[in-house]
């Protein structure tokens, strides 16, 4: 099939690493970063194919517009990216030059790619550019509406495989959104408006009503435009319209089956709407017609977890981190997963790794005190959770979790503010009133304890709490500290799964609670029992009877 296309050469001029001392590795997850952001803003303005090497990528695009402006976007958000890089910063920037040409491209056999004339130019078109520039060629230029942008002849070039023996390329300087001789509303196309839509990515009317009207507009202009349903679905998502958005991924695939981004997006859709065997099926189909695309990686790896296929979920885990090496919410997630495999101590880097990337990540501070929490180190625990507080407030498990630990190293009074503000967001909460109830009567407070304890059982259901009293007596007839310990039922659950074996991701798969639910449960067995590990709870739970031997 032969076809016009617009086509975006882009490089990563790496000049100025040639002068540092900057280990290839780090160099490896800086073109992984380009390589992910020119991807996910290539697929906001529908590019149709794409081909990607350490030195840069070529783009297809239906529009020549949206190629252009797919440019502009490119370049600045790069930058912005590394201006966002606090200070001092270990590399210099690495700016992209930018070539686009629009001409004839052949599709090959499905899967085969694409060949042609302008992906010929289009490369060394990139190369002639200045850094961080737009050079184009004419025949684009005279297709694009030329009161939205400011160009400047930028020379007549010998380009490697052109027809011509020179050629005139020209720098495009500027995209005006709001030109000063507008169009009339009648003469804006279905690709007028999809640009428009794609413009307020990034700004705060992104996923708003505005946003979806001018995909809107562009459907009703081109009722077979899979860009538009794709991007549609996406707003209508977010907006909590899951229904609707369904059906315009649904149309986008219709009309375009080898669509990875449809197939991601509906994937994310179902799997929010509890659908796992949908949702598996969509990833597997952006996977096989993307086997690069790493946020579908990541997500199926998610769906898996969830299913208990740690297996195959670490192989996406580990092939996301493979094709983006600084993604901080997988280094978070896998460490998660390696810590329910017990391999702690990958855990941990794993999550130093997510806070390296980036700092300002409450969750991963909050698993990295677990984390640290049951690997002894409660000293580092505790500074994780003050971070997470630090950087989420409120964050309740957080603070649940750090008055929890704070008590067991004998700290009520920092117990105390913490289990106050946890009630004074969740009053609600049976289990903090009951621990709070503990530490009062540590401290002497009986009548402040016993509100707290009578608040809980009002609380929760009458089935609830269970204590020792009632549950056994200890053996032999002696008289046991823990005699007047209430334990929740849930807790118990979870000490009774403790004893047959199950890690804290099967015990949470067994009573559908989350990792966090379960350490959090666990920490409060620790507590109660007075012992320093999940073994010790353990045995005190056999000696007393909650568990057979």
């Known amino acids: 099939m032969t076809d016009f296309l617009a086509v975006a050469a882009t490089e990563l001029d790496r000049s100025l690493l040639r002068g540092a001392r900057i280990p290839r590795e780090q160099v490896a997850g800086i073109i992984a970063e380009y390589k992910y952001l020119a991807e996910s803003i290539a697929s906001q303005f529908g ?32 930058k912005r990216r590394w201006q966002a890089i606090p200070e001092p910063r270990e590399t210099p920037h690495m700016p992209i030059r930018f070539g686009c040409h629009f001409g004839e491209c052949t599709r090959l056999q499905p899967d085969a790619g694409w060949v042609g004339t302008a992906l010929d130019l289009a490369k060394p078109i990139a190369a002639s550019a200045d850094p961080d520039s737009v050079y184009v060629t004419g025949n684009l230029l005279d297709l694009v509406d030329l009161t939205s942008y400011q160009f400047e002849d930028a020379g007549t070039w010998e380009l490697k495989g052109d027809q011509l023996p020179r050629r005139i390329l020209y720098v495009v300087t500027a995209y005006n959104q709001a030109p000063s001789q507008p169009r009339p509303i009648e003469m804006i196309n279905a690709e007028d408006w999809l640009l428009k839509a794609v413009a307020v990515i990034g700004t705060e009317k992104e996923n708003t009503a505005e946003e979806a009207e001018f995909y809107r507009k562009a459907l009703s202009l081109r009722a077979d435009f899979p860009e538009a349903h794709n991007n549609l679905g996406a707003v209508l998502r977010t907006l909590g319209e899951g229904a609707l958005a369904a059906e315009h991924y649904r149309e986008a695939l219709r009309l375009r089956p080898d669509y990875p981004e449809a197939h991601y997006n509906y994937a994310v859709l179902l799997q929010l709407r509890g659908s796992a065997a949908g949702a598996s099926e969509h990833y597997r189909e952006a996977l096989g017609l993307r086997p690069d695309y790493v946020d579908a990686h990541y997500a199926y790896a998610n769906l898996l977890v969830a299913a208990g296929e740690l297996a195959q979920a670490e192989t996406h885990y580990q092939e996301a981190l493979r094709l983006r090496p600084e993604y901080a919410e ?25 806070l390296r990337i980036r700092p300002e990540y409450p969750e991963a501070h909050y698993n990295f005190a677990i984390a640290l929490e049951f690997d002894g180190d409660f000293e580092g625990a505790e500074a994780e959770y003050q971070e997470a507080l630090r950087l989420r407030t409120p964050y309740a498990e957080a603070q649940n979790n750090l008055a929890i630990l704070l008590q067991t190293r004998g700290d009520l009074s920092g117990a105390e503010e913490h289990y106050r503000e946890v009630l004074r967001n969740r009053p609600d909460d049976p289990e903090t009133h009951y621990n709070f109830g503990l530490l009062l009567k540590a401290k002497g407070d009986i009548a402040g304890s016993e509100d707290h304890f009578r608040t809980a059982y009002d609380l929760a259901p009458p089935e609830w709490f269970v204590s020792f009293v009632a549950e056994a007596q200890p053996e032999s007839g002696e008289s046991s500290s823990l005699d007047s310990v209430a334990f929740t039922q849930r807790e118990l659950e ?12 099967e015990i949470g798969q067994e009573l559908t609670i989350s990792l966090s639910t379960v350490a959090h449960h666990i920490t409060n067995i620790l507590n109660k029992t007075g012992a320093s590990n999940r073994t010790e709870a353990v045995a005190v739970a056999v000696h007393h009877g909650l568990v057979a031997r």
């Not at 020549?64 to 370049?75: E, H, S, V, Y």
């Not at 997630?333 to 941990?348: P, Q, R, V, Y």
Request: aromatic share 14%.
């Open 330 to 354: 997988v280094h978070n997630n896998f460490a998660i997963l390696l810590e329910e495999k017990g391999d702690t101590k990958l855990a941990l880097k794993h999550y130093q790794a997510a």
């Open 494 to 505: 979870v000490i009774r799964l403790m004893a047959v074996g199950k890690s804290n991701r």
């Open 47 to 78: 590019d149709i194919y794409r081909t990607f090497t350490p030195e840069g990528h070529h783009f297809l695009f239906e529009s020549p517009d949206a190629a252009l402006q797919f440019g502009f976007k490119l370049i600045d958000s790069w």
